[in-house]
């Protein structure tokens, strides 16, 4: 597709379920990033996959929550054992290696736990 | 390490007004990009403006520009002749010109709430 795409749009789970968040980046694109944005707030950085490079997994803000990205092209996320105050928004963007384009991003998956 | 620091949380102009959105970095780096997104209450991140640091000239895009200032490393954003599908989170962000290795991300501000008031 012509832009970044994320699904599903909205998440609806229960405490302590697993969930996988998925992102297509645009198709070319090197850098994949992942974002979490509560409500009103700012984003979070969550992780950064840079082409064949180890991904910075810094963001990650527990062992619950994981990233792969296959064939340097589709990235899923994933929460373990999901707790509440893990909804949020959660956006992907993807950009190419070089700096003078800028990052798209999805539309983000609304995750709501109950 | 890069950082980005917008200092208004939240910021309220009138329909009409000239509002500007400041934002200033820090870098040792000499050639960058720097950004402007907009997110309106979609959710979807747009950009609105985007600025390389080798040049001077101030970026313009309508009713939207820049005060970029190298040297203070300051990158604030004027918008003139507000309207009302202004109102969104706005956000700054800083990239490098030749990311090379996974330290080499996007820097993103806490952003800017602004709302354009009837």
């Known amino acids: 597709g012509a832009g970044v795409s994320q699904s599903p749009s909205n998440k609806v789970t229960e405490k302590g379920k697993d969930v996988e968040l998925r992102c297509d980046p645009i198709s070319g694109h090197t850098a994949l990033y992942w974002y979490r944005q509560s409500l009103g707030q700012g984003l979070e950085f969550l992780i950064y996959?840079?082409?064949?490079?180890?991904?910075?997994k810094s963001g990650l803000p527990s062992d619950r929550f994981s990233a792969e990205r296959t064939g340097g092209s589709v990235s899923t996320l994933t929460i373990q054992r999901t707790q509440q105050e893990d909804s949020a928004v959660y956006l992907c963007a993807s950009s190419l290696r070089q700096g003078n384009t800028e990052a798209f991003f999805g539309q983000g998956t609304r995750l709501t736990v109950v | 390490a890069q950082t980005v620091t917008q200092s208004q949380p939240e910021m309220s102009v009138q329909e009409a007004e000239t509002v500007t959105l400041s934002c200033t970095y820090d870098t040792s780096e000499n050639n960058y990009y720097l950004f402007w997104y907009k997110q309106p209450p979609s959710r979807q991140m747009i950009l609105v403006i985007r600025?390389?640091?080798?040049?001077?000239q101030n970026a313009t895009e309508n009713r939207f520009s820049v005060n970029f200032q190298k040297a203070a490393k300051s990158f604030s954003l004027k918008i003139s002749d507000s309207q009302l599908g202004d109102t969104a989170m706005y956000f700054c962000a800083f990239m490098k010109h030749l990311p090379m290795n996974r330290d080499d991300k996007i820097i993103f501000g806490k952003g800017t709430r602004l709302h354009i008031l009837p």
């Open positions: 996959f840079q082409g064949n490079s180890a991904p910075d």
């Open positions: 600025q390389e640091a080798y040049k001077q």
